[in-house]
DNA sequence: ATGAAAGCGCTAACAC
DNA sequence: GTGTTAGCGCTTTCAT
């Protein structure tokens, strides 16, 4: 393997100044015009890339953004993920993605690594949240938060979803189709979206007359296995006759969980899941469900990585409306 | 934003020197014993952590890892990338992902830019063929191809996906239900792989001992979009009653297509997919499919990425078989 | 218009 | 056992 490029082995090469190369290839004025031209053909010849460590350690920055999300099989943050990626590619950012399996653990020591190699700005999708103490030490890291909410040293900007209405509205759907005995699956109280999806379901219970069944209501620490096991729990007590998630992974879950019950049972439970996922309107006839604006959540993210009209917008905090989506026959 | 917290501002704090602080933080043995806890304990309080472009810059190497991949939408995509993010946590690398949306402009951008990070090895799935001469630049680099392979620059190692049995198979299952006429939708020839699947399809026909009619074969530059086109020229001329689809964005593609078609034209037409996303199973009764190993392949990629045992178990290319699975009634 | 020096954070190689 | 020096690649500052 061939020694590294350099602006001095350039400079040697052609035996001038590093100082002279490193002008020439940022088109700082003060150089010869010919000169500036032979330089940057010779750079270019040899496959000069520059440093980025010795560009960071003089200050100037990395380019480099992390992304801290649960997982990425799920095809929320899938497209979530991608999104990001292409406007990464498009902004000549690199993204740096850790998968933090709704760990704590995990989620610190990524935040330290992102420490390490001084990320421009890490976006995060929190964990649930951990005693104080063991605050992760996110100082000296511009964080964004998104979809979920903490206190997080550190925080610059945070974007939620409201689905408030969307979840009071599929509530409300339901139970004008005739449901009274409705069943809620979602985040525990650890996460403040959790404890807002929850009191969007009561909410809409409200609405229409129904009174809370706690048998029907599940929250726990939101993952597919949760949702699954939740839903078994659903069918086995009082048998609830309509279902609304309130996650993600739970919507993906707890979905297994009908399908292998036959597609029989996905004609007797009136199922509302959450996100939605490209294949939930080919099954039992369509799910109906509650879609999250993906790109807009991308755009968002992206706009509040650049430096301006960041503090100018306000708060930092920014909320995009989930959407109840019908479908079946 | 308080100041970086460094090895010489911590030996200031102390009034020591900065040597026998990262002598301490690095556990060499000659500091004294009382003295090292005590920086240690320092270090942490202060919230230190070592700056990887420092370390970069001496040659030490980045835990930095590339990973170029077509999209992360798809399925296979997201879960190989999972795997790897997680692989990737567990030894403490850097996972950096450059999205190429099949598109050799993008890959050549990413892996310049992984240059100029200096990752220490880049895992990717090759974007179709370009001429020779847009070969991109990849010296300096340590690239293990995956899935795909191409002549690339600076390539270590190889891991592919031998799936001539199991598309040979789905043919041969495929005429004993009594199929005559069977389609195909594949890559071109600017992917060895497309080739080879298409090679594969055709001793199932052989085997058969069915001719190929050149109608219900279609090949191109393999994506989501160009499946459903596919598809539909399928179902438009001469009629296929049974369909093969090799590569993971045709088939879910072509997938789409034939569940817009509605719930009955499933049961007419035998469609036998490529990858194994979760839901194909509860399609139209179950999706026959050609399944990927992923778990194997991040296994493999990871163990390409140590520098001991690469070159010690042969060439460097390794082959991981797909399997066929057969679903529906 | 060009060059020389300094310094970012870190550690190998020398002193002592 | 501890401290000093030098140098990785780059750009800002100060000469020339």
Redesign the interface.
């Known amino acids: 393997?061939?020694k590294?490029v350099t602006i001095k082995s350039i400079a040697q090469d052609l035996g001038i100044s590093h100082m002279t190369v490193s002008r020439a290839l940022s088109d700082h004025p003060n150089v010869h015009k010919d000169k500036r031209e032979a330089i940057k053909a010779r750079a270019r010849e040899l496959?000069y890339?520059?440093?980025?460590?010795?560009k960071?350690?003089r200050g100037d920055g990395?380019k480099?953004v992390g992304l801290l999300l649960p997982?990425?099989?799920n095809?929320f943050y899938?497209?979530f993920?991608?999104a990001m990626?292409?406007a990464c590619?498009a902004n000549?950012l690199?993204?740096?993605?850790?998968?933090t399996?709704d760990d704590s653990a995990?989620e610190r020591?990524?935040l330290?690594?992102l420490?390490?190699?001084?990320a421009m700005a890490v976006l995060m999708v929190p964990t649930p949240a951990t005693s104080p103490h063991e605050q992760p030490?996110a100082?000296?890291l511009n964080v964004i938060q998104l979809v979920r909410q903490r206190a997080i040293d550190g925080t610059s900007g945070t974007v939620l979803i409201d689905d408030h209405k969307a979840i009071h509205d599929a509530v409300v759907h339901l139970a004008q189709q005739g449901h009274r005995a409705i069943g809620f699956i979602g985040a525990n109280n650890n996460l403040s979206s959790g404890k807002q999806r929850l009191a969007a379901f009561r909410a809409g219970l409200t609405t229409t007359g129904l009174s809370e069944d706690a048998a029907l209501v599940h929250t726990g620490s939101p993952s597919f296995e949760m949702g699954r096991s939740c839903f078994g729990k659903l069918l086995k007590g009082k048998s609830a006759t309509a279902l609304v998630c309130g996650g993600v992974e739970i919507s993906n879950g707890a979905l297994?969980a009908l399908?292998e019950h036959g597609p029989g049972s996905a004609k007797q439970l009136a199922f509302i899941g959450y996100g939605d996922?490209?294949?939930y309107?080919?099954?039992a006839g369509g799910i109906s469900t509650i879609r999250l604006p993906i790109d807009a959540l991308a755009q968002e993210a992206m706009a509040l990585l650049q430096p301006n009209g960041d503090a100018a917008k306000g708060s930092g905090l920014r909320k995009l409306n989930a959407e109840l989506v019908l479908r079946g026959p």
């Open positions: 393997m061939t590294r496959g890339v520059p440093n980025a460590a010795a960071a350690m990395t480099i997982n990425i099989t095809e899938a497209r993920a991608n990626a292409l590619e000549s690199h993204l740096i993605i850790h998968l399996n995990l020591q990524a330290e690594r420490r390490e190699v001084q030490s100082s000296g297994s399908m996922p490209s294949y309107r080919w099954l």
